[in-house]
């Protein structure tokens, strides 16, 4: 079984007054294999982001189901929405979405702090993924205090602190110069092949280029999808070049 399945997803918004709609997504179905790398690419409006906010459950479909791991995000509650997501998702944002106010390892911590998990459980987590990401020797400081790579790398391990099932990445190299795109990037590709799911929406070529699989999504549908296979990320960065200008052009061959 799939780690998640979208199945036949539509969603439509209203304009104010219930005047006319916009129909944001048209019957996307897709899966995600557990330990896949799968990014979703398309112009501006295609409905990327709509679907990945209702992959994270922070948005939710007109018509159609989302299942992650043998649980149906459509049956979750309102009220348990939060707690399904902090349990099971790990989100990276293109804006960090860090507290300045908050240190980066309080930011970190912030996740477990509401599922309640103790200090030490909480530090033994953090003292790994520290490691792993470069960060042990910033966690004291404050997000104005450092990079925009690091603080992508803390939001990274605020994602991964969880034990997520999945981590859901919207354009993480968007607000990174190419140094820290570059390595952040490296950085998705590490924890991947360690095993960890990445569904990753992007502009960047060069970004989805790193993954092992990318759909493109046109007029709120899934265009066509390409499987890296045994290319290397310079070959996957031409096909994804090629595909994107014949989405360009209408998609006429």
Same mark, same amino acid.
């Given at each position: 079984?799939?780690l998640?399945?979208?199945?036949?997803?539509?969603k439509?918004?209203?304009?104010?007054?219930?005047?006319?709609?916009?129909?944001?997504?048209?019957?996307v179905?897709?899966t995600?294999?557990? @330990?896949?790398?799968?990014a979703?690419?398309?112009e501006?409006?295609? @409905?990327?982001?709509?679907?990945?906010n209702?992959?994270?459950?922070l948005?939710?479909?007109t018509?159609?189901?989302?299942?992650?791991?043998?649980?149906?995000?459509?049956k $979750?509650?309102?009220?348990?929405? =939060?707690?399904?997501?902090?349990?099971?998702?790990?989100?990276?944002?293109?804006?960090?979405?860090?507290?300045?106010?908050?240190?980066?390892?309080d930011?970190?911590?912030?996740?477990?702090?509401?599922?309640?998990?103790?200090? =030490?459980?909480m530090?033994?987590?953090?003292?790994?993924?520290?490691?792993?990401? @470069?960060?042990?020797?910033l966690?004291?400081?404050?997000?104005y205090?450092?990079?925009?790579?690091?603080?992508?790398?803390?939001? $990274?391990?605020?994602?991964?602190?969880?034990?997520?099932?999945?981590?859901?990445?919207?354009?993480?190299?968007?607000?990174?110069d190419?140094?820290s795109?570059?390595?952040?990037? =490296?950085?998705f590709?590490?924890?991947?092949?360690?095993?960890?799911?990445v569904?990753? $929406?992007?502009?960047?070529?060069?970004?989805?280029?790193?993954?092992?699989?990318?759909?493109?999504?046109?007029d709120?549908?899934?265009?066509?999808?390409?499987?890296?296979?045994?290319?290397?990320?310079?070959?996957?960065?031409?096909?994804?070049?090629?595909?994107?200008?014949?989405?360009?052009? @209408?998609?006429d061959?």
């Amino acid at each position: 079984m799939s780690l998640l399945e979208a199945r036949n997803i539509r969603k439509v918004y209203k304009t104010r007054f219930g005047g006319a709609s916009v129909e944001a997504l048209k019957n996307v179905s897709f899966t995600v294999e557990k @330990g896949e790398y799968v990014a979703i690419m398309g112009e501006s409006g295609s @409905g990327k982001t709509t679907l990945l906010n209702i992959i994270a459950a922070l948005d939710k479909a007109t018509e159609g189901t989302v299942i992650l791991d043998g649980m149906d995000l459509t049956k $979750v509650k309102d009220k348990d929405v =939060a707690k399904f997501r902090r349990d099971n998702l790990g989100y990276v944002f293109q804006d960090f979405n860090l507290l300045d106010t908050f240190s980066l390892e309080d930011n970190i911590y912030l996740p477990l702090v509401l599922a309640g998990k103790k200090h =030490a459980e909480m530090k033994q987590r953090l003292d790994g993924i520290a490691g792993t990401l @470069g960060i042990a020797e910033l966690l004291k400081k404050y997000p104005y205090e450092v990079s925009g790579g690091q603080k992508q790398r803390a939001a $990274v391990a605020r994602a991964l602190i969880t034990n997520p099932r999945m981590i859901l990445a919207d354009e993480p190299t968007g607000a990174l110069d190419s140094k820290s795109s570059d390595e952040l990037l =490296a950085l998705f590709k590490k924890v991947n092949q360690m095993g960890q799911t990445v569904l990753m $929406v992007t502009h960047s070529t060069k970004a989805a280029s790193n993954a092992s699989r990318v759909l493109f999504i046109k007029d709120g549908t899934i265009f066509h999808q390409i499987y890296k296979g045994q290319a290397t990320d310079q070959q996957m960065y031409q096909s994804i070049s090629d595909t994107l200008t014949l989405l360009a052009r @209408g998609g006429d061959q």
